[in-house]
């Protein structure tokens, strides 16, 4: 069964501080990872995305790795600031396949 | 551009109702999905249209009926609503099967 595990479930660190999601899965065949941040009571919105062929894709302070050979992914943050409170979910698309495979997320607050 | 809306926003109902919820996008994407959120869980895939005129089931489908209306909308209904569909519901749009652009969601209660 597809499976996407993140972790960890909930982070908090102070405001300027840098910190890194993880995301490992087991979708298969593969076809792209993409990192959502989901604020509190709305819809997710897309940070990066990447094909088994990208290592690195950054979004202003996010960047995202892939490693598709151990199937592991993780979302840096860097400099955090109060906004970046949210929850960071990952997710990975079968070849060919409408049907995404969610991770349950990791909730990040930032605090002062 | 609105990008995907939806409506309603919030919406309580007692068990044996029913209620649809709608979604529209102004993209001019092909596929919509519909996604149910619960807590501690990641998002699930309720139904999907591919394209105008179709529509496939996702994970979750049991209890929802959908209607891909015309290009432009994607309409999910509970006919007899259960405390088991109360849950956050989005709607998604995209130009394929690996981009997707999401809704605000409807928060659902159903006692």
Known sequence: ?112 | NAGVTQTPKFQVLKTGQSMTLQCAQDMNHNSMYWYRQDPGMGLRLIYYSASEGTTDKGEVPNGYNVSRLNKREFSLRLESAAPSQTSVYFCAAGGGPYEQYFGPGTRLTVT
């Open chain 1, 1 to 112: 069964k597809n499976q996407v595990e993140q972790s960890p479930q909930s982070l908090i660190i102070l405001e300027g501080k840098n910190c890194t999601l993880q995301c490992n899965y087991t979708v298969s065949p593969f076809s792209n990872l993409r990192w959502y941040k989901q604020d509190t009571g709305r819809g997710p919105v897309s940070l990066t995305i990447m094909t088994f062929s990208e290592n690195t894709k950054s979004n202003g302070r996010y960047t995202a790795t892939l490693d598709a050979d151990t199937k592991q992914s993780s979302l840096h943050i860097t400099a955090s600031q109060l906004s970046d409170s949210a929850s960071y979910i990952c997710v990975v698309s079968g070849a060919g396949s409408y049907q995404l495979t969610f991770g349950k997320g990791t909730k990040l607050s930032v605090i002062p």
